[in-house]
């Protein structure tokens, strides 16, 4: 039988290799402009070239306005964001009131598989900063071919959906319920690390 040999012996000896956390020392290039989600993410904000899914509740709890941050950021760098089947046309003056430079949103008027055709070949092309859409019965085909755009054109993509499809697996890197009375956030997941444990509260 070996020796017995105490562990802190070992350690001090360098002969055991300890595994460190991975460091992101300047921390996410997408911070969310939310401290606290920011907090949460394991990168410490969007994370880059991949689909992120906003589910909510129901339309108007604030999903737009939590990207509004980042996309004043990317349109005031001269960023292109384009809008892909939104439910609705955007409120141009609550855009402007939010810093985001509409003269770099552009919005596609698409349906079907003409809307997730249309955002993988936005995010393909590495021309936008962000490629937001509302895909209708995506499957999780749908969602991989946009994931694998968003990586391919470095691009970062977010897909609305409603919070019911949080019951399905989903390739997105993360996944982000938006829920009212109150408003607040829940992680669904996160890619690197596990989502927080407690809501986070949105602030409008």
Not at 147 to 155: I, L, M, P
Not at 175 to 198: N, S, W
């Given at each position: 039988?070996?020796?017995?040999?105490?562990?802190?012996?070992?350690?001090?000896?360098?002969?055991?290799?300890?595994?460190?956390?991975?460091?992101?020392?300047?921390?996410?290039?997408?911070?969310?402009?939310?401290?606290?989600?920011?907090?949460?993410?394991?990168?410490?904000?969007?994370?880059?070239?991949?689909?992120?899914?906003?589910?909510?509740?129901?339309?108007?709890?604030?999903?737009?306005?939590?990207?509004?941050?980042?996309?004043?950021?990317?349109?005031?760098?001269?960023?292109?964001?384009?809008?892909?089947?939104?439910?609705?046309?955007?409120?141009?003056?609550?855009?402007?009131?939010?810093?985001?430079?509409?003269?770099?949103?552009?919005?596609?008027?698409?349906?079907?598989?003409?809307?997730?055709?249309?955002?993988?070949?936005?995010?393909?092309?590495?021309?936008?900063?962000?490629?937001?859409?509302?895909?209708?019965?995506?499957?999780?085909?749908?969602?991989?071919r946009l994931?694998?755009?968003?990586?391919?054109?470095?691009?970062l993509a977010?897909?609305?959906?409603?919070?019911?499809?949080?019951?399905?697996?989903?390739?997105?890197?993360?996944?982000?319920?938006?829920?009212?009375?109150?408003?607040?956030?829940?992680?669904?997941?996160?890619?690197?690390?596990?989502?927080?444990?407690?809501?986070?509260?949105?602030?409008?």
């Open positions: 039988m070996g020796a017995v040999v105490a562990l802190d012996a070992l350690l001090n000896e360098r002969r055991v290799w300890k595994g460190q956390p991975v460091s992101q020392p300047g921390g996410s290039d997408q911070p969310t402009g939310l401290a606290e989600l920011d907090r949460a993410l394991p990168g410490g904000g969007w994370p880059e070239a991949a689909l992120s899914e906003i589910l909510a509740a129901a339309v108007g709890l604030g999903e737009l306005s939590l990207l509004w941050p980042t996309l004043a950021r990317l349109t005031g760098s001269g960023e292109r964001v384009v809008l892909v089947a939104p439910p609705h046309i955007p409120y141009p003056q609550a855009w402007q009131a939010a810093g985001v430079d509409l003269r770099a949103l552009a919005l596609v008027q698409a349906s079907g598989r003409d809307a997730l055709w249309t955002a993988e070949q936005c995010l393909r092309s590495g021309s936008c900063g962000a490629v937001l859409c509302w895909p209708q019965q995506a499957d999780d085909r749908a969602l991989r994931q694998v755009a968003a990586e391919t054109g470095q691009t977010f897909a609305f959906r409603p919070l019911e499809a949080s019951l399905n697996p989903s390739p997105a890197a993360l996944r982000i319920a938006v829920e009212g009375a109150p408003a607040r956030l829940r992680v669904l997941k996160c890619r690197g690390g596990l989502p927080p444990a407690r809501p986070i509260a949105l602030t409008r």
